[in-house]
């Protein structure tokens, strides 16, 4: 029974595999319900790209003839643990929509949901990684440090000028930063230009996403300092 789902890509639904096997968990039940009926269930209980998901689960289920013992007993359980992780998505959901919901009361969060790429889950992981106090910093260069995006200074008796980036750090922070990095590069001409130089400047993929997420902190920084929203940067007028 297991081989079936071998056959299903993760990214054809979210959460539509495990709706499917709340109903449906052995390959002669998908057969004998076949596509068109699997499509109409699956749409019925919500479940993204019903009729790709209900497709891919018949034809695996079309090349699985062999009866495993214990399949209903298996089958069951199955069952049991789809409802019960449907469930505990649920209750994710609940828990990140009363995140938001206090996250919109700080002050800061208009702010820091202005710049590009975060939301308003990475912006209470921000307030919960800084406690909403930029004076416990001092600056933008320090506030990168704790991220673990500035380098710092590994010197040793004549050498000087050694830097490394730091091994102690808040990472939960870092990963705030390089998130929505990551995710300002798909929507943010400015960030996309920016981590476009830095690859053709022969960075690899992490490096030029931290290089920005480094750029970020400055940002951030000065819109907290200065009280106001990110602002994106107009284009230039062309000369007649």
């Known amino acids: 029974m297991s081989r079936i789902w071998a056959g299903i890509d993760a990214g054809l639904a979210n959460m539509g595999p495990l709706i499917l096997l709340t109903g449906y968990q052995t390959p002669g039940s998908i057969r004998r319900l076949g596509a068109s009926r699997l499509e109409k269930w699956l749409r019925g209980r919500g479940a993204r790209w019903s009729a790709a998901l209900a497709r891919t689960a018949v034809e695996a289920a079309g090349r699985q003839h062999t009866a495993?013992?214990?399949?209903?007993?298996?089958?069951?359980?199955?069952?049991a643990l789809a409802l019960e992780l449907l469930d505990l998505d649920r209750k994710i959901a609940e828990i990140d929509e009363d995140i938001a919901k206090a996250f919109q009361a700080h002050p800061y969060a208009q702010i820091v949901t202005s710049m590009p790429g975060i939301g308003p889950l990475l912006g209470a992981e921000f307030l919960a990684a800084t406690s909403g106090d930029m004076g416990l910093f001092g600056s933008a260069d320090r506030l990168a440090t704790y991220a673990g995006?500035?380098?710092?200074?590994?010197?040793?008796?004549?050498?000087?000028?050694?830097?490394?980036?730091?091994?102690?750090?808040h990472r939960g922070l870092q990963r705030v930063f390089y998130m929505s990095a990551m995710s300002?590069?798909?929507?943010?001409?400015?960030?996309?230009?920016?981590?476009?130089?830095?690859?053709?400047?022969?960075?690899?993929?992490?490096?030029?996403?931290?290089?920005?997420?480094?750029?970020?902190?400055?940002?951030?920084?000065?819109?907290?300092?200065?009280?106001?929203?990110?602002?994106?940067?107009?284009?230039a007028a062309s000369s007649a």
């Open 184 to 235: 300002s590069i798909h929507f943010c001409p400015e960030s996309r230009r920016f981590y476009q130089r830095k690859r053709a400047e022969g960075k690899r993929h992490t490096q030029a996403v931290l290089a920005l997420a480094r750029r970020r902190v400055n940002v951030l920084w000065a819109l907290l300092r200065d009280g106001r929203r990110f602002e994106p940067a107009q284009p």
């Open 68 to 79: 495993i013992p214990g399949e209903q007993a298996a089958a069951r359980l199955v069952e």
């Open 149 to 169: 995006l500035a380098p710092t200074p590994h010197d040793s008796g004549r050498v000087s000028g050694n830097l490394h980036r730091p091994t102690r750090y």
